[in-house]
């Protein structure tokens, strides 16, 4: 098993550095005003389908350590195949609310809609090839999908100049690579999926499942791009573009690389809790936890100290988005160490408890965006305090989320937090004030050289913190020895060699 989160988690970390990489080049060479509109066609399509999710891929998950699955892949096929007709639906009357069916922006936005059409049909097929652990064949179209849509961003940013409208090159980038994912999804599904007839008392039971879920669905969808909006509207596309060059190009790829690790360990989940084995799902709960903490602290030091020196390097015009991107940071580190309580909770069957939490937290981000935003909210008056206030907006739930989860993990399973989470947290913290007096030191040696002064301060932050967790064993011998487990590439050719000839 380790193969194959090894597998999930180098293909997500390496197609998302790429797409890091390359939104980097577009920030570089596209002006704001463009970067905003772009996320804003984006954002309508996104809040039309409203009804993504609403709790089925969730509930099927769970669903994944019953005997007779596929009985159960039909019906969700089915499900899932109504609430895409009546996410087309809803996009379609959002595009006309809007009034984005201009001259400028109809076309744009039909491609989108059909690129996030041909996202969810393939989605359907990958939520099933992971409930059957094969890791490989779920990773290969998202792996080809984003490295795809990555390169022909890159040659976009190389060929600015002979590119009459980059926003047209986008979406018509964006719907070729989503036909050929879908088209890919479907070849690889063929041999390993069977689509049953649906059931109409399995349907019942779907629904009866995912009705706490609906709500938090809903309001997720509504959480993660109100804002956008919001922010459009009252302030316009340029700080929509700022604001995006965390919110849109950062944030998503380090929470992509924690969504892929815990999605692999949701199954092994609902199968341990078929067995009742309370000390593996424990185990494998205290893993994930751990070294997403050290992986996110990491970031988060290197971000602290240099945050404002990388920008200034890499991205000159961005420099409105510092103050963004040290607020918004800590969001992947709250996800990253609690995603795997909230899908535990889903794996024992307590998704009603589930929902409220993530409700809650998606309510709370709704609240904060309305009232720190805008300067007036109908004729209410509001903050006002913009990019900033949805920052603070995005990032101060999730702490709050982060917390409930463990208690709720703990009142349900008597699984216990682990304490040595504050203890890396607290080393995390002494790391950054003390490379902080060095990097002064370094500064004075490197006046006029701000990438030597990068580069030495992030390394020298990277040893100190790698020495404390040693120091006080949060780095154990049995950690080295799983990395130099997962170096062995025998292993991985055996594991993919398996998946595909099983």
Known sequence: MKEKF????ITGLSSNVLFLFASYLLLLKLDIASVGIWVFLNTVVNLGFLFINIGFDAIHFQYSGKKNISDYIGTYFMIKVVILIINIITSLALLAILQVWTIEFLFFSLLLLFSKIFFCIGNIFIVNLRIKIKIFKAEIPN???ITGNSLSIIYLAFNMSHISDPILYLSV??????TFFVIIVLYLSKNEIKINKPNKLLAGNYIKDAKPLILFSIVSVVATYLGNLILYYSLGNESLGYFSSVNTYLIPVLLLISGSISSIYLTLFS???????????KTTLYIIENYSSILFLSIIIIILLNGELIILIFLPTFLEAVPILYIMIFIPYFIGISQ???WLLIAEKKQKINARVNSFVSILIIILMLYFIPREIFFFQALGLGVIGYALAQTIPWILWAFLCRYYISKTLTIKYQKTMILQFFLAALTIIITFFIKNILNSVFPENQVLLLIYSSFIAMGIFIGFLIIFKELKREDLSFFIEILKLKSYTESVKKEFTS
């Open 6 to 9: 090894v597998i999930s988690l």
């Open 143 to 145: 792996f080809f999908v």
């Open 173 to 178: 980038s964006n719907f070729i690579f989503y």
């Open 271 to 281: 199968q341990d809790f078929e067995k009742e084995d309370i000390n593996s799902i």
């Open 340 to 342: 795997p309580y909230s």
